[in-house]
């Protein structure tokens, strides 16, 4: 989950890595740091919190140096300390590292037996040291660097410095993403392409196992046994424009407000708006002979992947089979023979998704993967691309990918529908029109912004949030706890409304407020029945509805809040009712003065197991 950023200039680059870093700062922000050459030898500026730091930092002590190598951190192993700080050195390696090295100790036991000293917490320190200890027995650096490698277990994505070497770079990713970038007499490394766009639209991506030896004359690029490679160089579309907040407050505000624009987008890649038909975009898949679906993701990806299998049973009568990431992959599970596996990403570089993607792989399974970014790893390894259209989404808290993945499952879903005889002509009609109307709806929806921020005042106060729903709407309301509790810190839980009576029920008192999302569907009559059980005993309510059905409601019980969504077709109502429970979850944040985009402990990209 930390970011990389490596150069290998013509001119002073310690200004051009933090540019780097302050695009790679979503995925961690836990501590930052550079290491230059500086007449051959390595120094280093690192500072504990935000970017922002490190530059107050460079500001009073500035880092000369033509070569350089920069690190974003989330932590895993050790406090978030200077000391703990990326890059780690010795007196002749600099290292930035993301990733988990898995025997870190057993390796440190080793080199301290040899003498070695170290001089923090974290697992990447060992690094460091592995290619210094290479080094002391009179190997090359990267005859050094490559008996070091084949000593690391666990997942990572390096990039070295060797003192007196102000022309050499080294990288190595297994399992973490790494990127070279090509410039006019200088080199880049990166985590992606948005780091290097700043610096160049041309991009080499290090396929696992893969290590580079860089130069200011280009990449020698070789695989885990040492053997030379070519990897395809490709013409990265990732802007170079640093993202700002358009106006807004804070990102997560911005990437709220732009869904309506990118859900058109996102559709524009599946549906011809003329013929009201849905067309899968590349090779697509075919959904006619498959038994089973498996999809997998995690976090909000995975309520995205929830919702979706209610769409696919239902408009193609397909079984979904769907586990978090980090579950299925040890769950051994019994794919079918010739099945197809879906896996959903924002970035295309989760960790735990890729790993079950490759366990799928390797039971046969056609992969494909539905993604914000069409360079990342799961997207390259997938036999089929979906893509969302989302754009760079800054906010920790997922808003608009997730609106983006909906609308895209939602349209394979029709397909496959229509493919598998279960939908006629007429009814993918009426649900493309569906889809194509929501951008719309949810400009309406965005309009509720003043009413949410006056309930989201009150909502502030509370220590714990319970979210119900029946349906489709359960998965919504998991994502709606999720989005309180990340932003906000208030504990929140997201339940089916039916399950109530069998335990959550005994949480309720006056304290306790309960928000309720109910569309006007066939299940709104019990769901409603569940919300009059909370206030019977002395509970207080919000419900989130239509118009329609806030009056039905409001006909048995006073409730202490409402919103009222535009009317949908309830198969698809996640996509508009995504819209008030971000903004509630972003004004309860705002009023509570937590930091609304980069909230604690957590990164945007999670890349480590």
Not at 147 to 170: N, P
Request: aromatic residues 6%.
């Amino acid at each position: 989950m930390c970011g990389i950023i490596g150069i290998i200039g013509k001119s002073e680059v310690s200004d051009r890595l933090v540019e780097g870093l302050a695009r790679l700062e979503y995925r961690g922000y836990d501590s930052a740091g550079i290491a230059t050459l500086t007449g051959g030898a390595i120094e280093r500026r690192r500072a504990v919190g935000k970017l922002q730091a490190l530059r107050e930092t460079l500001a009073g002590n500035a880092l000369p140096g033509v070569i350089g190598i920069g690190h974003t951190r989330w932590a895993t192993h050790g406090a978030p300390t200077e000391g703990n700080a990326h890059p780690h050195a010795t007196e002749q390696v600099a290292v930035v590292h993301n990733g988990i090295i898995e025997n870190f100790a057993d390796l440190k036991d080793e080199l301290q037996q040899k003498g070695h000293r170290f001089a923090t917490q974290t697992d990447s320190e060992v690094i460091a040291h592995l290619v210094t200890f290479y080094l002391a027995e009179d190997n090359d650096p990267v005859t050094a660097f490559h008996k070091a490698l084949k000593r690391l277990e666990g997942a990572f994505a390096i990039a070295v410095l060797i003192r007196g070497e102000d022309d050499l770079m080294l990288g190595a990713r297994k399992g973490s993403p790494l990127a070279i970038g090509r410039g006019d007499g200088e080199m880049y490394l990166g985590s992606d392409a948005y780091a290097l766009a700043p610096f160049t639209n041309r991009v080499t991506y290090l396929k696992d196992g893969d290590w580079a030896i860089i130069t200011r004359e280009g990449a020698e690029i070789r695989d885990g046994a040492g053997n030379a490679v070519r990897r395809e160089e490709k013409l990265s579309d990732a802007s170079a424009a640093l993202v700002d907040k358009g106006g807004h407050r804070h990102f997560m505000a911005k990437e709220i407000y732009e869904q309506p624009e990118v859900i058109g987008h996102t559709l524009s890649s599946f549906i011809d708006p003329i013929t009201s038909k849905v067309r899968l975009p590349g090779k697509g898949i075919d959904f006619r002979g498959i038994d089973r679906l498996t999809m997998s993701a995690c976090g909000t990806a995975y309520f995205a992947g929830l919702i979706a299998k209610y769409w696919f049973e239902e408009w193609a009568r397909l079984p979904v089979e769907i586990d978090i990431a980090s579950e299925l992959r040890y769950r051994h599970v019994p794919y079918p023979e010739k099945g197809v596996a879906l896996f959903i990403s924002q970035s295309g570089e989760t960790a735990d998704t890729l790993a079950a993607l490759r366990d799928a792989r390797e039971h046969g399974q056609t992969i494909a993967a539905l993604v914000n970014v069409p360079e990342s790893t799961i997207a390259r390894e997938a036999d089929a691309l979906f893509p969302t259209h989302a754009g760079p989404e800054i906010g920790v808290a997922s808003t608009k990918a997730f609106t983006c993945q909906l609308a895209s499952l939602a349209a394979v879903a029709i397909a496959a529908g229509v493919q598998r005889g279960h939908l006629d002509e007429k009814e993918e009609k009426r649900l493309v029109e569906g889809l194509l109307g929501m951008p719309r709806h949810m400009s309406e929806a965005l309009a509720m912004a003043g009413e949410v921020e006056a309930i989201a005042a009150d909502l502030a106060k509370a220590r714990d949030v319970l979210y119900l729903g029946r349906g489709i709407s359960f998965p919504m309301a998991l994502e709606g706890a999720l989005k309180l509790k990340e932003i906000s810190y208030i504990h929140a839980e997201g339940y089916a409304a039916g399950e109530l009576k069998h335990g959550p029920i005994a949480l309720i008192d006056e304290n306790v407020p309960v928000i309720v999302v109910a569309p006007d569907d066939a299940l709104f009559d019990k769901t409603i029945s569940n919300m009059h059980e909370v206030m019977a005993r002395g509970g207080k309510c919000m419900l989130i509805s239509s118009e329609k059905g806030i009056r039905a409601a409001g006909r048995s019980g006073d409730l202490w809040a409402s919103l009222a969504v535009p009317e949908c077709d309830p198969l698809l109502a996640p996509l508009l009712y995504a819209i008030p429970i971000q903004l509630l979850a972003y004004h309860t944040a705002v009023a509570k003065g937590t930091d609304v985009d980069q909230p604690r402990n957590l990164a945007k990209s999670v890349t480590v197991e």
